[in-house]
Nanobody, 124 residues
Framework: QVQLVESGGGLVQAGGSLRLSCAAS????????MGWFRQASGKEREFVGA????????DYADSVKGRFTISRDNAKNTVYLQMNRLKPEDTAVYYC?????????????????WGQGTQVTVSS
């Protein structure tokens, strides 16, 4: 019903920046809250951040607060994750997700649609 495709991942040195994009297609809605999650090799998927459908409110995990910023362009059906001052511990596959609700959640189970992920590797 909804397809999400992440892009923008890659290799960056510690302290550098990357901007991830998540393009949505299909039966999308600007009212959907969007979330970003990440999963390092051998570890559980963890919450990174989320934004409401309106884009007016954001929420971040403590580990990325102050370094990462989520934004969305509803006209382009795209959500972004700007990552600054990257650390090696940020290395993971990053996923975007959509929730059929205007409110965001930090629980991955509350999201209905998922992208396939994009690899982010931060070298020291």
């Amino acid at each position: 019903q909804v397809q999400l495709v992440e892009s923008g991942g890659g290799l960056v040195q510690a302290g550098g920046s990357l901007r991830l994009s998540c393009a949505a297609s299909g039966r999308t809605s600007s009212s959907y809250a969007m979330g970003w999650f990440r999963q390092a090799s051998g570890k559980e998927r963890e919450f990174v951040g989320a934004v409401t459908g309106s884009g007016g409110y954001t929420d971040y995990a403590d580990s990325v607060k102050g370094r990462f910023t989520i934004s969305r362009d509803n006209a382009k059906n795209t959500v972004y994750l700007q990552m600054n001052r990257l650390k090696p511990e940020d290395t993971a596959v990053y996923y975007c997700a959509a929730r059929s609700s205007g409110s965001y959640s930090e629980n991955s189970y509350d999201y209905n649609y998922w992208g396939q992920g994009t690899q982010v590797t931060v070298s020291s």
